[in-house]
């Protein structure tokens, strides 16, 4: 009798699941980047007790139909890529194809979707598989319900915080992607009460909206000069004045093609154009924002795509230094506060 043993295809599902859903949150960032892959120009989220008894979410993106419907929850089933090489120009969030059936391996899952020309159908699945696919009535996009995360895992349902903390971390992904992406609206609910209706803007206004205390209603808003068709990349900053300095680091944000990525070298960039304003103990808030040719990044790294590797970083980091600094002189009290962006 052999010690090991092969795991049922069922249990190994339920294991993998574990590492790409950790509790609600990463659930939210999921389900909000299909949305957003989905080319919705709006979404809905309405949380329950934070997310831990149910997420919904509702988006106007193209759909799926009946046969999409019912690959979309099988292991590595992917409309984004075909082959590792498409990687080298990835143009969507998602590309490994494990969300939806991680989801479906840990909840009970509820997905219903209309394509433009095709029916509505609504999909149930769970611990892997799917209960029924009916045809039903849904304007086109789709709709996803996920009630009882972790019903089945009993030992990631005892490491869930608490409700008021996993509905803060839920809310943090959501203004991560809501700030990500300003040309869509969304509107989300938390235990059926609004807690954001954010309609589609730009990227400046976003942010300070979302971030009005960080960055006051007159962020310093920078480009850089370089561009991705001529140098790979191209950099927006929006970044608190000198005056409204903080005594931590926690509001300096970097994204990459839409994602925020944990990268020290660019906040560092940051941090390092307001040395000449700030003192040390002092520190600015600020959101950079990138877009890189895909070529010269991998995001295919880190189960949550948290992390990157990036060929050109020192050009980015000199980038944010110079694009911050020259912005910064003409910011200092000595010259107009109502300088023109
Ligand atoms: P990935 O995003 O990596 O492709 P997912 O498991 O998140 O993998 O989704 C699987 C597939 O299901 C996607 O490739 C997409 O075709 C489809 N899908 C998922 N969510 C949506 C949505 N909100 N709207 C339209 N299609 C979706
Ligand atoms: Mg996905």
Same mark, same amino acid.
């Given at each position: 009798?052999?010690?090991?043993?092969?795991?049922?295809?069922?249990?190994?599902?339920?294991?993998?699941?574990?590492?790409?859903?950790?509790?609600?949150?990463?659930?939210?960032?999921?389900?909000?980047?299909?949305?957003?892959?989905?080319?919705?120009?709006?979404?809905?989220?309405?949380?329950?007790?934070?997310?831990?008894?149910?997420?919904?979410?509702?988006?106007?993106?193209?759909?799926?139909?009946?046969?999409?419907?019912?690959?979309?929850?099988? $292991?590595?089933? +992917?409309?984004?890529?075909?082959?590792?090489?498409?990687?080298? =120009?990835?143009?969507?969030?998602?590309?490994?194809?494990?969300?939806? *059936?991680?989801?479906?391996?840990?909840?009970?899952?509820?997905?219903?979707?209309?394509?433009?020309?095709?029916?509505?159908?609504?999909?149930?699945?769970?611990?892997?598989?799917?209960?029924?696919?009916?045809?039903?009535? =849904?304007?086109?996009?789709?709709?996803?319900?996920?009630?009882?995360?972790?019903?089945?895992?009993?030992?990631?349902?005892?490491?869930?915080?608490?409700?008021?903390?996993? @509905?803060?971390?839920?809310?943090?992904?959501?203004?991560?992607? *809501?700030? *990500?992406?300003?040309?869509?609206?969304?509107?989300?609910?938390?235990?059926?009460?609004?807690?954001?209706?954010?309609?589609?803007?730009?990227?400046?206004?976003?942010?300070?909206?979302?971030? @009005?205390?960080?960055?006051?209603?007159?962020?310093?808003?920078? %480009?850089?000069?370089?561009?991705?068709?001529?140098?790979?990349?191209?950099?927006?900053?929006?970044? $608190?004045?000198?005056?409204?300095?903080?005594?931590?680091?926690?509001?300096?944000?970097?994204?990459?093609?839409?994602?925020?990525?944990?990268?020290? @070298?660019?906040?560092?960039?940051?941090?390092? *154009?307001?040395? +000449?304003?700030?003192?040390?103990?002092?520190?600015?808030?600020?959101?950079? %924002?990138?877009?890189?040719?895909?070529?010269?990044?991998?995001?295919?790294?880190?189960? @949550?795509?948290?992390?990157?590797?990036?060929?050109?970083?020192?050009?980015? =980091?000199?980038?944010?230094?110079?694009?911050?600094?020259?912005?910064?002189?003409?910011?200092?009290?000595? +010259?107009?506060?109502?300088?023109?962006?």
């Amino acid at each position: 009798m052999s010690r090991i043993i092969v795991l049922s295809p069922q249990e190994a599902r339920r294991i993998a699941a574990g590492e790409v859903i950790e509790r609600p949150s990463s659930a939210l960032r999921e389900l909000i980047d299909n949305a957003i892959d989905a080319q919705a120009s709006h979404v809905t989220i309405h949380l329950k007790a934070g997310g831990i008894e149910g997420i919904t979410i509702i988006d106007n993106g193209i759909g799926m139909d009946k046969e999409d419907l019912s690959l979309c929850i099988i $292991s590595h089933a +992917t409309s984004k890529i075909q082959r590792v090489e498409d990687l080298d =120009h990835l143009s969507t969030l998602g590309f490994r194809g494990e969300a939806l *059936a991680s989801l479906t391996s840990c909840a009970k899952v509820e997905i219903i979707s209309k394509k433009d020309g095709h029916s509505a159908h609504r999909l149930l699945a769970h611990d892997g598989t799917i209960q029924s696919i009916q045809p039903t009535a =849904h304007p086109i996009g789709t709709t996803i319900h996920i009630k009882e995360l972790f019903y089945n895992i009993p030992v990631r349902k005892r490491f869930l915080k608490s409700i008021a903390s996993e @509905a803060k971390d839920s809310l943090q992904i959501i203004h991560e992607k *809501a700030l *990500a992406h300003p040309h869509i609206a969304f509107t989300v609910t938390l235990d059926n009460k609004e807690k954001l209706n954010l309609p589609v803007t730009s990227l400046a206004q976003r942010a300070t909206t979302l971030f @009005a205390q960080q960055l006051g209603n007159n962020p310093l808003v920078v %480009f850089s000069e370089q561009t991705v068709e001529h140098d790979g990349f191209s950099l927006q900053i929006i970044a $608190s004045p000198p005056h409204l300095y903080r005594n931590d680091k926690r509001y300096i944000h970097f994204y990459a093609n839409g994602r925020r990525i944990i990268e020290y @070298a660019p906040i560092q960039a940051l941090l390092h *154009a307001y040395d +000449t304003v700030l003192p040390g103990g002092q520190y600015p808030s600020g959101f950079i %924002f990138t877009q890189i040719r895909p070529d010269l990044v991998d995001f295919n790294i880190h189960p @949550a795509k948290r992390e990157a590797k990036f060929r050109n970083m020192p050009l980015i =980091h000199r980038s944010i230094v110079e694009t911050l600094q020259s912005k910064l002189v003409v910011h200092t009290p000595t +010259t107009s506060m109502h300088h023109q962006y």
